[in-house]
């Protein structure tokens, strides 16, 4: 499974950006996807996952009420649009791809595979 994440950019606080994650393939090797983040000199923190079937959801409790992820099965395609974008917000967002259960769908460990990465710069 390839990812292809895109959307990143610069917006300043309160703004909006949707990011998308694109994958290769949809197979038996993949039963969920989620977005991760990290900012400079932290460690990589959960955002959000969502299964493919039935969509069930996740969310870290610091995105919560302001973030959405969705799924475009027939696309092949996961979004996260961020809403009510903080400073704190800013960081390195990774789209990743696995087969967790759910209590592991927090869990980068879950996941096999992930996207290059795109940059997300809230100003103050």
């Known amino acids: 499974v390839q990812l292809q994440a895109s959307g990143g950019g610069l917006v300043q606080a309160g703004g909006s950006l949707r990011l998308s994650c694109a994958a290769s393939?949809?197979?038996?090797?993949?039963?969920?996807m989620a977005w991760f983040r990290q900012a400079p000199g932290k460690e990589r923190d959960f955002v959000a996952a969502?299964?493919?079937?039935?969509?069930?959801?996740k969310y870290a409790d610091s995105v919560k009420g302001r973030f959405t992820i969705s799924r475009d099965n027939a696309k092949n395609t996961v979004y996260l649009q961020m809403n009510s974008l903080k400073y704190e917000d800013t960081a390195v967002y990774y789209c990743?791809?696995?087969?967790?259960?759910?209590?592991?769908?927090?869990?980068?460990?879950?996941?096999?595979?992930w996207g290059q990465g795109t940059l997300v710069t809230v100003s103050s």
């Open positions: 969502i299964r493919w079937s039935g969509g069930s959801t």
């Open positions: 990743a791809a696995g087969r967790p259960i759910i209590t592991t769908m927090t869990r980068s460990s879950a996941y096999d595979y």
């Open positions: 393939t949809r197979t038996f090797s993949s039963n969920a």
